[in-house]
C-alpha cells in the first residue's frame, strides 16, 4: 500500500512538471521579441544657465552645453551657437531665458559698430551719452583708432582781445568830431592807436596789421571709449549714407576718400559732451590721441603757449639786426 501511495506522488509531480514545462514554451514561442528604438540623433547648442536681461554682457558662467533632438533645431540651424567661448564677452540684445538656446541673433559684439539705433544704445556705459565727432587723418592719428580704444582729446585755440562793449576785436573803429578851438584836426573814420606827442605835433601809431591771435594749446577730456568709427549701419546691416559736409567742417579740410571714416562716436558724461559741443561751434581744433590699451591714468598737464615754448625748450629771442635773408627764389621747373 505505502509503495503504492509513493508512486502516486512521484505521478502527480511528473504531470505538475510536464504541464508547468509545457505553458513555459507556450508562452516563449507566443511573445514578440522586444524590438530595440533606434538612437535619436542630438546636437549640443549653446543655452542660457540663468535669466540674462537685454543690454547684459554675457559672462563664462552665464552660458554653458545643452543637447536637444537634432529636429527640434532645424529651423534655428542657422542662427545656433555651438561654443560657449562664442557667447562670451557679448551684449544681449533681447532677454534670454534660463535653459533657452542662445542663437547668435540675440547677441552683438561689444567692440563692433553694429546696427540699429538700440544696439548702438546698448554699447553706451552707464551714466553716460554718446558724441559723434568729425576727423580726418591727422586727428584721428591715421584712423588706426578702432571701436573699443580710448582717447584724449587736445584742444588748440586762437585768442584774441575783444571790446568788452562790442564784443568786436581790437582795435576800434572810431569817428572823431572836431570842435572850434581843438587841436585835432582830422574827420572821419579812423583807427583807435597810440596818441604820441612829438616835437612836430601829436602822432597817432595805428597797426599796420590785423590783430594777430595768440595760440594756446590744451589736454582737456581724458580716456574717452570710442563707441564706433564711421556712419552705424541701419538695421538691415547697410551702412549709412554719407551726407554732404555742413558748415561744421574745416573750410581747408579734403573730402575723404571712399571707405575712409570721417566721423567718430565717443563715450562720455553729458557735461563733457557739452564740452566738445562748444569746442566745435567755437572752431577750435580737436585732435584725438590714442591711448595704450589698458591705460587709465588721469594726467595733469600745463597749457602750452609761445611763452611755455620759449621758456621750456630755452629759445632765445634772436636780436634785431639791420640785415635779413632774403628767401632763395622758387627754381624753375
Sequence with gaps: MR??????????????????????????????????????????????????????????????????????????????????????????????????????????????????????????????VAMALRIDQLSSVAYAIQPGD???????MRLVDLDPDFQARLPNDVIILTQEGTKLSWTGQEPVGKMTPQPNGLWNEIPSEAQRARAVAQLTLQNLLVLGVGNWSNPQGE???????????????????????????????????????????????ITLVLRRTGDEAQVTTDSVTLSYLMDRFKITTPPKLPIGIEPAPTPRP
Design 239 to 285: 551702412p549709412a549714407a554719407t551726407p554732404t559736409p555742413t558748415s561744421r567742417s574745416r573750410g581747408t579740410e579734403a573730402p575723404p576718400a571712399p571707405g575712409t571714416p570721417n566721423v567718430i562716436t565717443l563715450a562720455l558724461s553729458q557735461q563733457d559732451a557739452l564740452v566738445l559741443q562748444y569746442a566745435q561751434e567755437a572752431q577750435a581744433t
Design 3 to 128: 509503495r503504492g501511495g509513493l508512486f502516486m506522488v512521484l505521478g502527480l509531480l511528473l504531470l505538475v512538471g510536464a504541464v508547468a514545462g509545457f505553458l513555459l514554451l507556450s508562452r516563449q514561442s507566443t511573445t514578440t521579441p522586444e524590438q530595440k528604438q533606434p538612437a535619436v540623433p542630438q546636437k549640443s547648442v549653446v543655452v542660457a544657465l540663468q535669466d540674462i536681461p537685454r543690454g547684459t554682457v554675457i559672462a563664462k558662467d552665464m552660458v554653458g552645453m545643452q543637447s536637444y533632438p537634432v529636429d527640434s533645431l532645424q529651423s534655428l540651424e542657422a542662427e545656433l551657437i555651438l561654443d560657449a567661448d562664442q557667447a562670451v564677452g557679448k551684449i544681449a540684445r533681447s532677454d534670454i531665458g534660463r535653459r533657452q538656446p542662445v542663437l547668435a541673433g540675440m547677441l552683438m559684439d561689444a567692440k563692433a559698430g553694429v546696427s540699429g539705433g538700440s544696439d548702438a544704445a546698448l554699447l553706451i556705459p552707464a551714466g553716460e
Design 150 to 156: 580710448h582717447v584724449d582729446v587736445l584742444m588748440s
